[in-house]
């Protein structure tokens, strides 16, 4: 298990200096932790490839035909057009990406609408700011959005109704779900219902569907986990809870409401769990959450199955340190980490986005560290607001609602070999993996993963001693496992030699016994 180590800032930054001239063209520079969460220099897994802004994407078109922009004009009385100028975004919120179609969504906050282009900005941009709703017949607008997500229903009516839409919409205070041509479909709103405080607000900031139609929503304030409807827009339960920070105030007004009256008992706050910031879900069906908060230390991330649960508690992966395992003391102010985001790849990759620092911290799907890239600044590859963090084909977009603008990372050499390594790793092909993790360590003997990785292809390989040696002080359990095998063995191997000395001891305590029975009935005899 990784030690939770905290170090001072400097020691990154001394890291940081040994990398410069290795990568003197990135305004960041490479480093990761080893197995103890120290600091250590690495290589570089991601350089910036672009940065664009709303000013780069020249004019796009509103996806509403020429009849629905007649009656839009008319309901506005103004004249709404085609053609529309992208001009600057403003305040961006959100990105996502369509696999299937490899669009990419930008949600466009401050200007309420949601731009839609592809992941290499090359087809033209789609506007969409107007939903036509048939219930009222009239023409639904956005108020500053905040959260974006897009599934496919193969037993679709049409090709149209097959792509279906959500949008967080934050201050119309509902998540609207919309169809390819921009119809509304369902609107998800405050439930009514007992289990939802009346004097919470509704304010959705994202949203998540899973494959059979559930809709997720993060919702501003609300402690008791995401609120899930049913695709019909009814109101099902609450999803995915933190737990309850364990400080010793809580501790101890736990202890006092239990052995108190309840009026007395009244005076104590009841501790709350905190809000989760974002969410993201994959192809499996599970949710993974973040939490940003400065005081949390518990449920920084989450991994849930359907039912709610965190199945990184069992797997012992829940009290990893994410984001930078050091932090740094300043003014009476302790500064870490803030994960603001979560992307998980059709590979299984996590990234977390951390707002503190700029920075992409990118984890295997057994939470192990990969690379960290990015940082605070102006320049190119550096952010000032991060919001948003997606992924597709080993390009990385990040969103900054500071600078306006989309910064896409690219993969090094050494990451392309890191990730053939892994994709070898998690099919179980220790062996055929074995040659890359080589070439890792040729090219960063401080790739503390690539040891673990070695180590399970000589386990795979029967050479235990061999595991042992590459598992040492890279992973304990994998030590235990390849040192179980060794010994397991060692006996097998010299077993008729264990044999023979087991019937030579034999023996010899028979031959040895008789030869005491002998002298003992000499003596007596002699008597």
Not at 285 to 298: C, D, L, P, Q, R
Not at 492 to 499: A, L, Y
Request: aromatic content about 14%; some cysteine.
């Amino acid at each position: 298990m990784k030690k939770i180590a905290t170090a001072a800032v400097s020691a990154i930054m001394a890291v940081s200096m040994l990398c410069s001239s290795a990568f003197a063209d990135q305004p960041y520079e490479g480093y990761s932790y080893d197995w103890w969460g120290d600091p250590v220099p690495s290589q570089t897994g991601y350089v910036v490839d672009r940065v664009v802004t709303g000013l780069d994407f020249g004019s796009g078109t509103r996806y509403n035909t020429d009849a629905q922009l007649k009656a839009i004009s008319e309901q506005t009385g103004s004249e709404v057009t085609k053609d529309v100028e992208i001009g600057e975004l403003k305040e961006p919120q959100d990105l996502f990406i369509d696999r299937k179609t490899q669009s990419l969504y930008i949600v466009d906050s401050g200007n309420n609408r949601i731009l839609v282009t592809d992941v290499t900005y090359s087809r033209a941009f789609t506007v969409m700011d107007y939903f036509y709703n048939p219930k009222t017949d009239k023409y639904e607008t956005l108020k500053n959005p905040h959260g974006i997500f897009v599934r496919h229903v193969e037993d679709a009516a049409n090709e149209n109704e097959s792509t279906m839409i959500y949008i967080a919409d934050y201050d119309n205070s509902r998540v609207i779900g919309v169809y390819a041509d921009g119809t509304v479909f369902q609107i998800f709103e405050r439930p009514s219902t007992e289990f939802y405080d009346a004097d919470v607000t509704f304010l959705p900031n994202k949203v998540v569907v899973d494959v059979a139609g559930n809709v997720y929503v993060n919702i501003k304030s609300i402690t008791d986990g995401a609120v899930m409807f049913a695709p019909d827009g009814s109101f099902s339960n609450f999803f995915g809870a933190n737990r309850v920070e364990q400080t010793a105030q809580a501790i101890a007004n736990k202890f006092w409401r239990t052995i108190l009256s309840r009026e007395a008992a009244a005076a104590f706050i009841q501790a709350v769990p905190m809000e989760f910031d974002n969410f993201d879900i994959d192809d499996e069906g599970f949710i993974y959450t973040v939490t940003g908060s400065k005081s949390a230390t518990t449920d920084i991330f989450k991994k849930m199955n359907p039912a709610g649960e965190n199945i990184l508690i069992n797997l012992g992966y829940s009290d990893y340190t994410y984001g930078d395992m050091a932090s740094y003391y300043y003014k009476n102010q302790t500064y870490g980490s803030q994960i603001t985001d979560v992307d998980v790849d059709e590979d299984g990759t996590i990234r977390l986005l951390d707002f503190a620092n700029g920075r992409i911290f990118e984890y295997t799907n057994e939470c192990d560290l990969l690379f960290i890239y990015g940082g605070k600044g102006n320049q190119k590859g550096l952010f000032t607001n991060v919001t948003a963090i997606e992924a597709y084909n080993s390009v990385v977009y990040v969103l900054d609602s500071r600078k306006n603008s989309i910064t896409s990372f690219k993969r090094t050499e050494f990451g392309d070999i890191v990730h053939e390594a892994m994709g070898l790793y998690n099919l179980g092909k220790y062996e055929e993996a074995s040659g890359p993790w080589q070439e890792v360590l040729i090219r960063d003997s401080n790739y503390w993963f690539a040891y673990i990785g070695l180590g399970n292809s000589e386990l795979s390989q029967g050479n235990y001693e061999q595991a042992m040696k590459y598992f040492y002080r890279n992973s304990r359990s994998g030590y235990n496992r390849a040192f179980k095998q060794y010994r397991m063995q060692f006996i097998r191997d010299h077993f008729n030699v264990f044999m023979i000395i087991v019937l030579v001891i034999i023996v010899a305590l028979v031959v040895l016994s008789k030869v005491r029975k002998r002298i003992k009935a000499k003596k007596a005899g002699g008597k």
